[in-house]
């Protein structure tokens, strides 16, 4: 081997703050915040905040290594915590407030955090479970007081002491910078350790389709992916290096607040799970107008439904992007990029790729491989267990040693756990989760389709598919619905809206309508909590 003669400086999340500061230190930042108002700084301000936080950080006995909590929604100050944590060498642990109590106790103990930043919106929540947490916790409560947290430190007199300048160490970059824990449906969550380098290099991932995603300097970008699932798909680092505008929306995520927000300042390019996008619809559709500039819509998390997507598109002209992704990796994978070959296609053609959740970002490996571990074909057609690999994807689960060993082939690539298909352009097709694909006579259902399909009836609101047992078919699909305001509607007539839609052999054996369906910590339908629900429940159809 010839040597080359390169400096070997590390990749570090502080030089991404630096170089924001350096080179648009004037670009705005602008937060609704929990206190009500809007709040306005720069790049050149967050750089300085974030070296006044590493410093007080510094003073409170924090380095390499040591976790450092969250709890708290996308604002400036939570932005902060990230580059004033990770610049430092400590590990930024953003913990989901949707957590189950136990669960957020879990955390917090298995990452050995040592101080717990808090929005003062959480301060009750903190209170409820003060004395399961450890007693030499710190808190620091995100504001100008404490909210009467008992011996907690206000965030803004924390930092007043501190000088807003720092000299950011440099150290191995593959030291952890992050932490986040899987939402997690059976079992304990499970922490993924990110590190410097990992989330660099998926920056760049990310700026490589950077136009086609509204990811430029010119774009203002509403990240409503909370900064507590998965680094915000890497938006609190990409945003930076590329220098666009940023917008953070606080706790308010309704339709009509986030219509205001986007429209009077002006967003161009919106980040978030379906879910918010539903209520973000219905008052587009009330104002009959979308707001204005709003041009990109990046959906993630769960599958966007393809109502969805043609609604943002053909009724309002907003460009859509599906992404797909997860904790395990730093966390984007796939994203619809289209480029101008298959733009420039006719209508339900490009429509198409777009319900599709994308081609891979660069640093990401995709693989599908049937139940004996063999490759299958990128032919649009065959379907299996999806397994990833890159310098993005994690390699064994933070202090799990057992749920670390399930969940990578020989090779070392990382099991996904959901079922999918790659098309000959390498758009990914995700089938189902292994868990949730009904499996009817050895043949596969795929409930997400099913899903899709079903939220196209007006009438329903929202919507799972769950396998229920069956004599002869060992599963049958169920359909769980939740009704629009004021709709109704029949299990046949639901059947009879599906007939054209799906193959035969797929339409549900029965539909059953509910008040509510249950959520996880990240908002998904939780399939696990509706299978206990409806475990005892017989179709009609295995009834003789
Ligand atoms: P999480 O780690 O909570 O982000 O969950 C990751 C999982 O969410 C993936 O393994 C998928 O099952 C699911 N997921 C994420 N994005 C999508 C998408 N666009 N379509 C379908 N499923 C998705």
């Not at 430092?88 to 957020?104: D, M, S, W, Y």
């Not at 011996?151 to 002491?161: F, H, I, P, V």
Request: charged share 20%; hydrophobic share 40%; with cysteine.
């Amino acid at each position: 081997m010839l040597q080359g003669q390169m400096m070997d400086r590390p990749l570090m999340i502080s030089d991404i703050i630096t170089y924001a500061a350096d080179i648009r230190g004037d670009q705005e930042i602008v937060s609704a915040r929990v206190e009500g108002d809007r709040h306005r700084y720069t790049y050149a301000d967050l750089a300085g905040r974030a070296a006044q936080l590493a410093n007080a950080l510094r003073a409170l006995g924090i380095g390499m290594g040591d976790r450092v909590a969250t709890l708290a929604w996308n604002g400036y100050r939570h932005l902060e915590l990230y580059y004033g944590i990770s610049g430092i060498g400590a590990v930024c642990h953003t913990i989901n407030p949707r957590l189950f109590a136990e669960q957020i106790v879990y955390v917090v103990g298995h990452a050995a955090d040592r101080v717990l930043f808090l929005d003062a919106t959480f301060v009750p929540l903190v209170q409820k479970l003060r004395d399961q947490l450890p007693d030499d916790l710190r808190y620091v409560v995100l504001g100008d007081d404490t909210h009467g947290l008992e011996g907690a430190l206000a965030y803004e007199t924390l930092l007043s002491q501190q000088p807003n300048a720092i000299d950011w160490p440099s150290f191995d970059e593959r030291s952890a910078s992050g932490i986040c824990y899987t939402s997690g449906t059976t079992g304990h969550p499970k922490g993924v350790l990110y590190t410097h380098r990992s989330t660099l290099l998926h920056s760049y991932g990310l700026l490589a389709v950077a136009s086609e995603v509204g990811l430029t300097p010119t774009d203002t970008i509403l990240p409503v992916v909370p900064l507590f699932h998965v680094n915000a798909w890497g938006l609190p680092y990409a945003m930076p290096l590329t220098g666009t505008r940023i917008v953070m929306p606080g706790p308010k995520l309704d339709g009509e607040n986030l219509f205001r927000l986007m429209d009077e300042e002006k967003v161009t390019s919106a980040w978030g799970v379906p879910t918010v996008w539903l209520g973000l619809l219905g008052e587009m559709r009330k104002q009959g107008r979308k707001p204005a500039g709003f041009d990109h819509v990046v959906i993630g998390g769960s599958a966007a439904p393809e109502p969805m997507i043609r609604e943002f598109e053909a009724d309002f002209g907003v460009r859509v992007v599906h992404g797909w992704g997860m904790t395990e990796m730093s966390p984007v994978g796939t994203l619809t990029t289209m480029g101008p070959t298959l733009n420039a296609k006719p209508e339900p053609e490009r429509r198409a790729f777009k319900s599709s959740q994308g081609r891979r970002v660069f640093g990401c490996e995709l693989k599908i491989i049937d139940e004996a571990g063999n490759r299958l074909p990128h032919d649009g057609e065959a379907f299996g267990e999806l397994l990833v690999r890159g310098h993005g994807v994690m390699d064994g689960y933070f202090a799990n040693a057992e749920a670390s060993a399930q969940v990578f082939d020989a090779d070392g690539w990382l099991r996904t756990g959901d079922v999918a298909k790659i098309d000959g352009h390498g758009f990914l097709y995700i089938v189902d989760r292994t868990k949730d694909v009904i499996k009817s006579g050895g043949e596969w259902i795929s409930s997400l389709d099913l899903e899709s399909a079903a939220l196209g009836h007006p009438a329903i609101a929202e919507c799972a598919v769950i396998a229920a047992a069956h004599p002869r078919w060992g599963e049958r699909p169920l359909l769980v619905a939740r009704l629009a305001e004021g709709q109704t509607t029949t299990p046949e007539d639901v059947r009879a809206f599906l007939a054209d839609k799906v193959a035969k052999w797929w339409l549900p054996d029965d539909v059953v309508f509910v008040d509510d369906l249950p959520h996880t910590a990240t908002g998904k339908l939780s399939k696990l909590t509706l299978r206990e629900r409806f475990k005892d429940y017989v179709l009609p159809t295995a009834v003789e």
